[in-house]
């Protein structure tokens, strides 16, 4: 019994603990983890937000396409525009550049790395069938980070412009 007492004793004045070199290692392993993680947690927010200006995008294809039907082919533009603002919101008037000519809107200047305008709208050629069709769109999302371009087929082309 006298030794279970001092056993006892011995166990509660012995302090056991980490060390302080236990503790750097530990302290290591999780920088290098950080250092793995960290990287690929920032490539899936930048995933997300590309894939959410294709969204945005694509709303502003199916307005845009369903402003220019309603004008059963005689378009105007200031029409246009003002349906994309009442279904989207968010963007000035001068930002939206639609043509209906063989000369594309320009929304974006790769060279001078100069924004022209947010929504660029490329309509089929005026006074032909394919007048009232949505030939394209391209799309400056609200960041003005990513430039998606729609076309009919529903393929969407981003890149990265910030």
């Known amino acids: 019994m006298n030794f ?23 302290l290591v392993i999780l920088a290098i983890l950080a250092a793995f993680t960290i ?31 309603e004008g059963k082919g005689d378009i105007s533009f200031v029409k246009i525009k003002e349906m994309l603002k009442n279904d989207i919101g968010d963007f000035e008037e001068y930002d939206v550049v639609i043509s209906d000519t063989n000369s594309p809107p320009v929304i974006w200047e790769p060279a001078t790395q100069r924004r022209t305008g ?31 371009k729609i076309t009919p087929g529903g393929s969407a082309e981003v890149t990265k412009i910030k």
């Open 118 to 148: 947010r929504i660029g709208i490329q309509l089929g050629l005026k006074d032909t069938a394919e007048q009232g069709i949505v030939k394209w769109i391209e799309y400056i999302d609200n960041s003005k980070s990513y430039l998606v």
């Open 39 to 69: 990287p690929a947690m920032l490539g899936f927010v930048e995933d997300a937000r590309g894939k959410a200006a294709i969204a945005e995008a694509r709303e502003v294809y199916v307005a845009a396409q369903a402003a220019a039907t």
């Open 4 to 26: 279970l007492k001092q056993r006892l004793k011995h166990n509660a004045q012995s302090r056991s603990g980490f060390t302080l070199v236990e503790l750097i290692v530990v």
